[in-house]
């Protein structure tokens, strides 16, 4: 079975402190791909990252990274020097290669980052 | 703005009723997926389709239905409504050819079934 689990349901930071939102996922499949969505309080849901099975490099962008890590199956995601527009509720998905391609998503980690 | 267009972006009807939600995916785009979010359940994936074929369904029920059209655009049909189907329904469409490809999602389409 897949599964997607975002244990956070709510954080709360103050501006400029460094946040790390948790992803683990469950998989049988060898070949999927992770992704991160933001979705802030305009409701509409925006791309942030794309990652397969096999690239466990970690990437940064901006003040964006994510560090995935196969062997504690989790996907984790880092926002520094957090900003007030960064508030939103941050998805974290999994998708397997095979035919029946569902994305499968986690119940979202809504972060608020006050002034 | 993803490129993806959904409308209407919101729509009250009563329960019983049919609805229609259209959306338009980006240009160049092959695959088109349905989702529900609403607060209990989350996001859930509805259906998809590829350049006109249906290529995987998840938790649509029986009153729901989906197409595509030729030109790619495609319908999501909810009938028979009932006060649990108020949701965000979101369209997200993708390349899709051989490798999986990151989806872009329009804005939703809120539904409110009174």
């Known amino acids: 079975a897949q599964k997607v689990t975002q244990a956070q349901t709510e954080i709360s930071v103050v501006e400029k402190e460094d946040v790390t939102l948790d992803c683990v996922y469950e998989?049988?499949?060898?070949?999927?791909?992770l992704f991160w969505y933001k979705q802030p309080p305009s409701g509409e849901l925006v791309f942030l990252i794309r990652r397969n099975s096999f690239d466990e490099q970690n990437e940064i962008s901006g003040r964006y990274s994510w560090n995935f890590q196969k062997s504690t199956s989790s996907f984790n995601f880092t926002i520094t020097a957090s900003q007030v527009v960064d508030s939103a509720v941050y998805f974290c998905?999994?998708?397997?290669?095979?035919?029946?391609?569902?994305?499968?998503w986690g119940l979202g980690t809504s972060l608020a980052v006050n002034p | 703005d993803s490129g993806v267009t959904q409308t209407p972006k919101h729509l009250i009807t009563a329960t019983g009723q049919r609805v229609t939600l259209r959306c338009s995916p980006r240009s160049g785009d092959l695959s088109v997926y349905w989702y529900q979010q609403s607060l209990d359940q989350g996001l859930q994936f509805l259906i998809q389709?590829?350049?006109?074929?249906?290529?995987a369904k998840g938790n649509i029920l029986e009153r729901f239905s989906a197409q595509q059209f030729p030109d790619l655009h495609s319908e999501l049909n909810l009938s028979s409504l009932e006060l649990g189907d108020s949701a965000l329904y979101f369209c997200a469409s993708s390349v899709e050819q051989g490798a999986i490809t990151e989806a872009f999602f329009g804005q939703g389409t809120r539904l409110t079934v009174v």
């Open positions: 998989t049988r499949d060898t070949t999927y791909y």
């Open positions: 389709y590829y350049n006109g074929e249906e290529r």
């Open positions: 998905a999994l998708i397997n290669a095979g035919n029946n391609r569902k994305l499968i």
